[in-house]
């Protein structure tokens, strides 16, 4: 079995609609499809809920079909011979419809040819697929429609674009089933997908491999691609490993350009499951281990427990891991005069693992953004960030101006001191501030917004889409006008939140003057 052109296998269960009336396709040599057709509408289901999905509705957080999904039905049943055909999700009714063409004529309804099936399968592609190359179909005639074979090829199983990464990972789930019908097809998945994240490289495309075997075997199977890293050196992507595969237990069984890593060889990986690996091409910096001031570098990973009252920083450009970090500050105007984490210039922190970040002296944030920088979090992990008085949980303190900051992704939990916002200014001004991944929770201070200005500062726009899985934003008390925008005495740029503007800048829009000081703000709402 070749990796690079795997057949999909499947299993199922559940509801079908409808036969009807079937024409012959004319016998015609410029046909493009031949055999028997069968209007046949289906309903379709998924197989549990830890099924990976076509399409994941991010208001309801449920695992939804939409238009442009399709289901391929193909098999073999006695006096209809082989059968296959492309079936339309349509919206309005909810349920797969199209044509399934066989190879005899057949006067049964559709309901009862999938029964007598010997050999019947189903593959959901969600919308797309097709035009990033990943579907091929084949014939062994050129005009038999009836003898379809729909294979995946592996080596267009990665996303390099971030912003792609979640179509790839959705496409990459390959819901199916095989050899099983009751009145219905009930999707399962067939593929584990490994959703990577990896920081600290190099401009320019990287060749990828990831070397695999078949379970209980130890017949190599290397699955190979490309990506390109973000302006930032991170590379994110996505490989779908057929059920019959696993990573092989040998040293550098992951290769992304020139760096090489090892990961965890001859673990079970579950089908329908999506495994987030983060690994960053430097070293890793035990916190516990630092009894100096420490600034991480490029590429590298910060664990463990800040044993000392000492400044920790970013360098300026750098993309750091947080894996499993405790930084508890504590200190005074003379011992401890910094952030929990200082970032020194343009940033992008990859949260792995828990995390939880406390601002040291009290003027400063739990993580500082530096004026006229931007500071990007993302990643699969949490991150609890805080102030240790009256600085913001990320953003900015007292005294000094701060950045733009960026969250594409992570569970995050910021809470601001007195008069600062969860995320976003200190006393002074703060830049713009944009949420479009993630599960975010902030609260502010007496005075502030959860997410946006203090109650004396300024911000800039807030962005939030409708890509984050939820923002529940909570202002500091009464004082406070709004969970998200500006505080008591400040103000704020334009607030725009899933495509809608709310605020302009100086004045509510579209019954912002009751949705922005709602508190808890909830977006999407329950």
């Known amino acids: 079995m070749n990796a690079k052109n795997i057949l999909k296998t499947l299993a199922l269960a559940m509801l079908l609609v409808s036969a009807c009336d079937k024409s012959e396709i004319a016998n015609d040599e410029n046909a493009e499809k031949k055999g028997f057709a069968l209007p046949v509408t289906v309903n379709a289901t998924r197989g549990g809920d830890d099924a990976t999905k076509a399409t994941y509705n991010e208001s309801t957080r449920k695992l939804e079909f939409s238009a442009g999904d399709k289901l391929f039905v193909s098999g073999s049943a006695s006096g209809a011979g082989k059968f296959a055909g492309a079936l339309d999700y349509v919206p309005a009714t909810g349920k797969f419809s199209g044509t399934i063409y066989t190879q005899n004529a057949y006067d049964g309804t559709a309901d009862a040819l999938f029964s007598a099936a010997w050999s019947v399968r189903a593959i959901l592609l969600p919308a797309g697929y097709d035009s990033y190359n990943f579907l091929s179909i084949s014939n062994n005639s050129p005009d038999v429609a009836y003898d379809d074979v729909v294979s995946v090829s592996t080596a267009n199983a990665f996303v390099a674009s971030e912003t792609a990464k979640k179509t790839g990972v959705e496409q990459l789930s390959s819901e199916q089933v095989y050899n099983t019908y009751s009145s219905g097809f009930a999707l399962v998945p067939a593929n584990a997908v490994l959703n990577f994240t990896i920081s600290g490289l190099a401009a320019g495309e990287k060749a990828v491999t990831l070397i695999t075997k078949y379970s209980g075997m130890d017949y190599d199977q290397t699955i190979s691609g490309s990506v390109t890293p973000n302006a930032s050196g991170v590379a994110t992507f996505a490989i779908g490993v057929p059920n019959n595969l696993v990573i092989k237990n040998v040293a550098n069984n992951l290769t992304v350009g020139s760096s090489k890593f090892t990961l965890p060889g001859n673990t079970s990986l579950t089908a329908g499951k999506i495994y ?247 977006f999407p709402a329950p």
């Open 276 to 522: 987030n690996i983060t690994r960053g091409t430097g070293a890793t910096v035990n916190l516990s281990t630092k009894n100096t001031a420490y600034t991480a570098q490029n590429g590298e990973t910060l664990t463990g427990t800040l044993a000392n009252n000492v400044k920790i920083s970013i360098a300026d450009g750098a993309t750091v891991i947080l894996n499993n970090v405790n930084i508890n500050g504590s200190g005074t105007w003379t011992t401890g005069n910094y952030a929990g984490i200082t970032c020194e210039g343009d940033a992008t922190i990859i949260l792995s693992g828990t995390n939880s970040v406390k601002g040291f002296y009290s003027h400063y944030p739990g993580i500082y953004v530096p004026e006229n920088k931007t500071v990007t979090i993302q990643g699969s992990g949490s991150l609890n960030a805080s102030s240790n008085g009256s600085g913001a949980g990320i953003g900015g303190g007292i005294g000094f101006n701060c950045g733009n900051i960026t969250i594409t992704g992570g569970n995050i939990t910021a809470t601001g001191g007195n008069g600062r916002p969860g995320i976003g200014g200190g006393t002074e001004a703060c830049g713009n501030i944009t949420i479009t991944g993630g599960t975010i929770t902030a609260t502010g201070g007496n005075a502030a917004a959860g997410i946006g200005g203090s109650n004396t500062g300024s911000c800039g726009d807030i962005t939030i889409t409708s890509g984050v899985t939820r923002v529940t934003a909570t202002k500091g008390n009464k004082n406070s006008p709004n969970s998200i925008g500006a505080g008591a005495f400040g103000t704020c740029g334009t607030v725009t939140i899933g495509g809608t503007e709310y605020w302009d800048g100086s004045a509510y829009k579209n019954g912002g003057d009751t949705y922005l000081p709602t508190s808890p703000l909830v």
